[in-house]
């Protein structure tokens, strides 16, 4: 069966003796920590979202420990301002839980990561309860189905009638800018540029993070340290080797991506499995095309004129949409690699690792960005009850979120399996993918599985 390719149209719409903490250096202040429950330092529940006094300065947050001594502290320090960082401090915020946020980047660096684009039903509820789904609700395209094609020819999927949900195609950069115009709005402490981030005390009740931010080095205390730091970032690597466990796919080819100035090909993703190799038609809006084709992993951006590019993606997308695609520059370029990887525990006493720190996923079944804010939904709920003198959301947080990254985990290999070419899958392998695929396109109970897990399984 031939897809009825929907068209644009379709869119709608301290060092000893010093407590550092923040910008201000206190002299002759210690730096040990209280718990807050126990000091009575921090009333704990809900604060009227409007009353912003406490998060203006981090540095008035202070109290005299038994012995007389000050202590500055901050109840969670969040390593990492990419999107889980900031969605935690926001949603933290809302909850009268304050927080900063280290930043290696400047805040035009984080911005300009072109990444991300499918939004899960869930992800979408929980920006809207973050109070940032305003922009998200008037410039995202609510997405209803995808296409699925193999040998150029395709079938959709229709989430909406399965499942009765959707999924929303708004930028990882719009949700990143919407969630920094949030916390500059709240009066939340974000600092950027910091360098040698290093966590200290994690699995005792004195956990630390010194830095050096502006060329002077700082230390701040507190109850919890929150890793949203990414694959690449400290936070992880502060669990001891003994305690920790990795699983790991490396895959051996990357996705080629260009973001372009036209109109995008058709009004839903297409998802195409080519004996050339995989190939992606996505969009951000309508008038901005995302696009991707499978290369081999030591393949360089830079080898791919524009032309080249084109002509690949129309051998390998299914005809009807070849013939209309509009061609245009590419202003970006580039190509992401591959991997499945997992990390356990996401807990180590006090630190809580959140979205890529703890977990990639290949992006095809668009779930990495997704799969980080159903950590940090998590992680809010917990630190929520922690400060309402419950520990056991604390204490569950690894299992509970790591319950829901292996379905999405193998949701993700099971789309990469099913859609990409490996080189030594031979005529075998790709018969049975292509079997997949047609049972897929006759089979209502499998269609149901594959948009049950696309639009997001619940949190
Ligand atoms: C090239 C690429 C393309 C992707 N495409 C897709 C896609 O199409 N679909 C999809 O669903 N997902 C995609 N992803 C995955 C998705 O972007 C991530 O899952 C998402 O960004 C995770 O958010 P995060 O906040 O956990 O981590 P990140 O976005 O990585 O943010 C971590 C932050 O921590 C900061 N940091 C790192 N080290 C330090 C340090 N030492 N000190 C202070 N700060 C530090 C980083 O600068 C960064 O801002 C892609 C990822 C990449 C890399």
Known sequence: MQAAWGTPSRFRQAGPGHCRIGILALPG??????????AGCRP??????????????????????????????????????????????????????????????????????????????????LLRKAGVGDRMDAEGFAHEGIYLAAQN???????????????????????TRDLYDARDRAGGRVLHGVEGVALHGVD??????????????????????????????????????????????????????????TPPVADELIYANHARGFALCSMRNA?????????????????WS???????????????????LVTG??????????????????????????????????????????????????LHEALTRYYLGDDAGIEGYSGRALARVWKAERFSWSMTTMLHRFADQGSFGQRIQEAELAYLEGSAAAQTALAENYVGLPF
């Open 29 to 38: 202040w210690s730096a040990r920590p209280l718990d807050p429950r126990q």
């Open 44 to 125: 704990a529940g809900r604060r009227d979202p409007d009353d912003r006094r406490e998060l203006i300065d981090i540095a008035n947050y202070y109290r005299q420990d038994r012995c007389g001594r000050m202590v500055v502290r901050i109840q969670v320090c969040i390593i990492g301002g990419g999107p889980s960082g900031l969605l935690l401090a926001q949603l933290l915020d809302l909850q009268g839980i304050e927080t900063v946020v280290l930043e290696r980047r400047s805040r035009a660096h984080v911005l300009g990561r072109i990444r991300a684009g499918v939004l899960e039903w869930g992800s979408v509820e």
């Open 153 to 175: 020819r395709g079938f959709r999927i229709d989430f909406n009638a399965l499942t009765g949900h959707r999924v929303m195609v708004y930028g990882q950069t719009e949700v």
């Open 204 to 261: 005792g009740s004195d956990p630390h993070v010194t830095f050096t931010h502006d060329g002077t080095e700082k230390r701040i205390d507190c109850d919890f340290i929150a890793g949203c730091d990414g694959f690449h970032g400290p936070s992880r690597r502060a669990i001891p080797a003994s305690v920790l466990r990795e699983f790991e796919r490396v895959y051996p080819f990357g996705w080629l991506g260009v973001l372009s100035e």
């Open 287 to 303: 008038n901005l095309s995302r696009y991707y084709l499978q290369v081999p992993a030591d393949e360089t951006a830079g080898t």
């Open 306 to 324: 524009d032309d080249a590019f084109w002509d690949e993606l129309r051998r390998r997308i299914p005809g009807d949409a070849a013939e209309t």
């Open 329 to 378: 520059p590419a202003i970006e370029k580039s190509i992401a690699p591959l991997r499945s990887y997992v990390a356990e525990p996401m807990r180590w006493g006090r630190l809580l690792l959140v979205g890529d720190a703890a977990h990639i996923v290949p992006p095809t079944g668009a779930k990495g960005l997704n799969l980080a804010f159903s950590d940090v939904h998590y």
